[in-house]
C-alpha cells in the first residue's frame, strides 16, 4: 500500500485498501462467530447448571426421603402381619389340642359325664376364636396394600433417575462439544418430568412426611370433612 | 348381603384389585370384574353391565380422572356411581374429582370399614334420589 503511494498509483492504492479492509472484516466476523457461539454454549450449559441444581438441591432430597418412607412401609406392613400370625398361631394350637382331647375323651368305651359340657365349651370357644383368626387374616390382607404405595413411590423415583440420566448426558454432551457445534438440547430434559411434576391430571402419588407436597389432606377423616365443605 | 351390584374395579396394582376384590367379598358384593387403567375399563364399562365403579387415580395409560370424565360424558354410563380410591392427597385433586362428577372419596390406606361405609353411604342416596 506504501508503494503504491509513492509511486501516486491510485488505482494500486485503492485495491490495497478494499483488501486491508476485507481481512480486517474477516476476523472481525470470525471473532465475532466465536464469541456468539460461546454464547450460544454458555445459554445451554445454564440450562443443563439450573436443571442439575433443581435436581440435586430438591428433587434428589426428596426421592430420599421418599425411599426411605417406603422402607418403613415395608417395614411396618411385614411387622403388622407378623403380629397378625402371631396372634392366630395360638389361638389354632388351642383350638386343636382341645379338639384332640375331646376325640381321645369320646373314644373311650363309658366317656366321662361331663363331656357333653366340654363338648358345648369347645364348639363355643371355636366360634370365638375363628371369628378372631378371621378378622386377622382380613387385616392381613389389607395390610398388603403397602405395595401399592411403596410401588407407586419407587416408580416416581424412577422417574427422577431417568431425569438425573438425561441431565447429566446432556451436561457431557456440551462438555464434549463446547465450541458451540453440539447438537445436545437441554431442553429435551422437560419431555421426562418425573410422575410427580406437572399438573393433577395424571396424579403426583402418594403424599410423604417430610417432602412438599403443597396442600394435601391428612387421612380420611380430612377428605370427609373437605367433602362436606364442598357440599357432599 | 347386596349381591345385586356389578362392581368394576380399576387400579394399575393387581395386589390392590386383589386386596378391594376381597374385601368387596367379605362384604357381600360377589360380581366384581378387575381392569389395570381408564383405557381397558372403559371398554369393559361400555359392553358390560357394570352398575358401580370403584378407580384409582394415579395410573399408567388413562388415569382415573380422565376415566371419569369420560364415564360422565357418556350417555349410557353417565350415571354411574363412581367411588376414587386413590392415595391422591392434594386438596386441589379431591375438588378437581368433585368437579369432575366423583361420588366419594376414599384415601390410601383406608381400612375394609371405610370402604363398606362409602359404598353404603353411595347407595343409599342412590335410593333416596
Known amino acids: ?232 | 348381603m347386596q349381591q345385586n351390584l356389578n362392581i368394576l374395579v380399576v387400579d394399575d396394582f393387581s395386589t390392590m384389585r386383589r386386596i378391594i376384590k376381597n374385601l368387596l367379598h367379605d362384604l357381600g358384593y360377589a360380581s366384581v370384574s378387575e381392569a389395570d387403567d381408564g383405557n381397558t375399563a372403559l371398554p369393559l364399562l361400555k359392553s358390560g353391565n357394570f352398575n358401580f365403579l370403584i378407580t384409582d387415580w394415579n395410573m399408567p395409560g388413562m388415569p382415573g380422572l380422565e376415566l371419569l370424565k369420560q364415564v360422565r360424558a357418556d350417555a349410557r354410563l353417565g350415571n354411574m356411581p363412581v367411588l376414587m380410591l386413590t392415595a391422591e392427597a392434594k386438596r386441589d385433586q379431591i375438588v378437581e374429582a368433585v368437579q369432575a362428577g366423583v361420588n366419594g372419596y376414599v384415601i390410601k390406606p383406608f381400612t375394609a370399614a371405610t370402604l363398606k361405609e362409602k359404598i353404603d353411604k353411595i347407595m343409599a342416596s342412590r335410593a333416596a334420589a
Open chain 1, 1 to 232: 500500500m506504501s508503494q503504491a503511494l509513492a509511486a501516486g498509483d491510485a488505482q494500486a492504492f485503492g485495491a490495497a485498501l478494499v483488501g486491508f479492509d476485507r481481512a480486517r472484516n474477516c476476523d472481525v466476523t470470525m471473532r465475532v462467530r466465536i464469541v456468539a457461539s460461546g454464547l450460544q454454549g454458555a445459554l445451554k450449559r445454564f440450562q443443563v447448571d439450573s436443571k442439575l441444581i433443581d435436581l440435586a438441591h430438591h428433587q434428589v432430597p426428596d426421592a430420599r426421603h421418599q425411599l426411605a418412607y417406603v422402607l418403613r412401609l415395608t417395614d411396618d406392613a411385614a411387622h403388622r402381619t407378623m403380629d397378625l400370625v402371631e396372634q392366630c398361631c395360638p389361638l389354632a394350637d388351642q383350638i386343636a389340642q382341645q379338639a384332640e382331647r375331646l376325640i381321645a375323651a369320646h373314644g373311650l368305651a363309658a366317656p366321662p359325664e361331663p363331656i357333653k359340657a366340654q363338648i358345648g365349651q369347645f364348639l363355643k370357644q371355636t366360634g370365638t376364636s375363628m371369628a378372631a383368626v378371621r378378622s386377622n387374616l382380613s387385616e392381613v390382607l389389607l395390610t398388603q396394600g403397602y405395595q401399592d404405595l411403596s410401588g407407586q413411590i419407587i416408580r416416581g423415583v424412577m422417574a427422577l433417575v431417568d431425569e438425573l440420566e438425561q441431565a447429566l448426558g446432556d451436561l457431557v454432551r456440551i462438555a464434549g462439544t463446547d465450541t458451540g457445534t453440539g447438537t445436545g438440547t437441554a431442553s429435551d430434559t422437560d419431555s421426562h418430568s418425573p410422575a410427580g411434576s406437572g399438573s393433577n391430571a395424571r396424579g403426583h402419588g402418594p403424599s410423604v412426611p417430610g417432602v412438599n407436597h403443597g396442600p394435601a389432606v391428612c387421612g380420611q377423616q380430612d377428605v370427609d370433612d373437605l367433602l362436606s365443605n364442598l357440599g357432599m
